[in-house]
């Protein structure tokens, strides 16, 4: 199959200061497309060409890099847009619950998110993930991803400078604290984890 661009889940402009639509223009618009362009050209005519594109990432780790990576990326960046929403959110009872027990309470938890997402070296990602009835927050390195793993992602946040280098420069502590504190979306993160298997990226 080939892979599609997934809509974004909002205007351009509902993210905006945390994230504006020129970062949306060029990163769900040009990044995302390309990985996915990537990608498919990649996979077509072989054995890859009708899996999904989490059976591709699968077979794809440490055999054939370069699918990996754009593979895994094509993933991660289909969570991300699904990660933020426009409007505030609530986590669901079961989540809250959750949160209070891994982290103590919300506010500790986004606290421990910006932390993580801080001290992340380079590019990468920083997600809320549940394991085994657990949540704990995991980070991968540039394309890796958690769509393989055992964990359940619930949430993702972009590390990557083309994030967030043309609304906030090179403050990442700036990105993360307005994703964090307005734009993540705790109804997908609730869904996640009530769906307890590993969200798909669309076929
Ligand atoms: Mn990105």
């Known amino acids: 199959m080939s892979f599609k661009l997934t809509p974004l889940p909002y205007p351009d402009t509902a993210l ?42 699968a077979a794809a780790r440490g055999t054939n890099q370069g699918l990996f990576n754009n593979a895994a990326q094509s993933y991660n960046h289909g969570f991300y847009w699904q990660s933020l929403a426009a409007d505030s959110t609530s986590a669901s009872d ?14 500790d938890l986004k606290a421990k998110l910006a932390d993580r997402g801080l001290g992340h070296f380079a590019s990468g990602w920083v997600w809320l993930a549940e394991k085994d009835g657990k949540l704990s927050i995991e980070e991968t390195h540039d394309g ?4 393989d793993s055992d964990f359940n992602p619930l949430l993702v946040i972009d590390l990557w400078e083309h994030a967030y280098y043309l609304d906030h420069q090179n403050k990442r ?20 984890l009530a769906r307890g298997t590993t969200w798909k990226y669309p076929a």
């Open 16 to 57: 905006d200061p945390a994230i504006s639509a020129e970062t949306l223009s060029f990163h769900h618009g040009k990044h995302h497309q390309a990985y996915l362009d990537k990608t498919n050209a990649a996979i077509k005519g072989t054995d890859h060409a009708d899996a999904s594109l989490e059976d591709v990432i």
């Open 94 to 107: 079961e989540l809250t619950v959750m949160i209070d027990a891994a982290f103590g309470s919300t506010d």
């Open 173 to 192: 502590p700036a990105y993360l604290d307005a994703v964090i504190n307005q734009k993540l979306n705790w109804a997908f993160a609730s869904d996640n």
């Open 144 to 147: 890796d991803t958690l769509a």
